[in-house]
């Protein structure tokens, strides 16, 4: 019987092409982002599923008695539930190297936009206005300190792009050695207080833990150098909105460049949409047409190598399952 493949949405061409080339071994079934129960259903007879945003916990896999391989596209993996998956020796695969170059661009992006105020003067100009402060609230980055919290391959590739800025850049991630990170050039940080309290620009590319959960909140705002800006593309909970939104209204930010919310998706009510010093892109940050079709490649061949008994190692969240 073919390998019935459960897709929580459109998969890009490019991953239906790897696919397709295995078409008569697969039963291929496609959703458009189905509520839990929808896709709790479909997963009950899957031998795989790619996700997106799609959860899977113990009540999916208790229905889902022939599951072989869960593919995330991204390298998240907060929403499935690892130590589950890993006791029903179920590799959990991500795109590992697909989405970083995308992901670094787009927090630059951020950075930028949110250090020249780069949405609140296109408002004003497309309003009719002009300039007309004397004092128009931009900063260079050139010279700043930047903390870069990870140094994972998106973390890694962000510093060096802040070093190309000329920024003063320091990192924190306890899984690097510090002379590691001094020969990349850069300053190991090992306090985050001590790090928030010399930075100009704080840039998340953490992994959401239990470790990194409000790992900035109310202390790490105190923390903060006044004036500084954040830049998140990691996952919305490692800030706490609520002290966000506190250290917004004492006016501590210069601004705030957001991929990830703590709630996703977010209505008009969040509150943080009332800040004209905020910017909020839609977890979109690796959704290039080409970190697109890198994570949709990657993502279909880590079902095919899965379902063939050969799941890459440098693909798996648990690859410990393997021994």
């Given amino acids: 019987m073919p390998h019935r493949i459960l897709l929580g949405r459109q998969l890009h061409p490019a991953g239906m092409a790897v696919l397709n080339a295995r078409a008569a071994d697969l039963d291929i079934v496609t959703l458009h982002d189905a509520p839990a129960e929808v896709f ?7 031998d795989a599923a790619m996700l997106w945003l799609e959860r899977i916990d113990q009540a999916a896999l208790a229905v889902a008695p022939h599951l072989k391989v869960v593919s995330r596209l991204g390298v998240g993996f907060d929403t499935v539930d690892i130590p589950a998956c890993s006791a ?7 795109v590992n190297g697909t989405n970083d170059l995308s992901v670094a661009e787009h927090a630059m992006m951020l950075m930028l936009a949110t250090a ?21 609230g931009m900063v260079d980055l050139a010279g700043r300190s930047v903390l870069v ?6 973390g890694s590739r962000v510093a060096n792009y802040c070093r190309a800025f000329h920024m003063k850049v320091m990192v924190m991630d306890p899984g690097f050695h510090p002379a590691r990170i001094a020969a990349d050039g850069f300053t190991c940080i090992r306090d985050l207080h001590a790090g928030l309290a010399q930075a100009d620009v704080v840039t998340l590319h953490c992994p959401l833990v239990p470790a990194t959960h409000h790992l900035m909140h109310e202390a790490g705002f105190a923390a903060l150098k006044p004036g500084a800006i954040l830049v998140n593309t990691a996952r919305g909970p490692i800030v706490s909105q609520a002290a966000l939104v506190a250290a917004l209204k004492a006016g501590r930010l210069q601004g705030v460049g957001l991929d990830v919310l703590e709630v996703e ?11 004209p010093n905020v910017l909020v892109s839609p977890h979109n940050a690796a959704s ?3 970190g697109l079709s890198r994570m949709a490649r990657q993502a279909a061949q880590n079902i095919l190598d899965a379902l063939d008994g050969r799941p890459d190692p440098a693909m798996m969240v648990n690859p410990e399952i393997l021994a």
């Avoid at 919290?149 to 998106?154: E, P």
């Fill in 265 to 275: 998706p977010s209505d008009a009510t969040n509150p943080l949409y009332a800040f």
């Fill in 288 to 290: 290039t047409e080409e």
């Fill in 116 to 136: 020249r105020r780069a949405l609140e003067h296109d408002r004003t100009v497309k309003g009719g206005g002009w300039w007309s402060s004397p004092d128009p």
């Fill in 88 to 94: 029903r020796k179920i590799p959990v695969m991500v």
């Fill in 149 to 154: 919290v990870g140094y994972g391959r998106i």
């Fill in 40 to 46: 709790n259903q479909h997963l009950s007879s899957a």
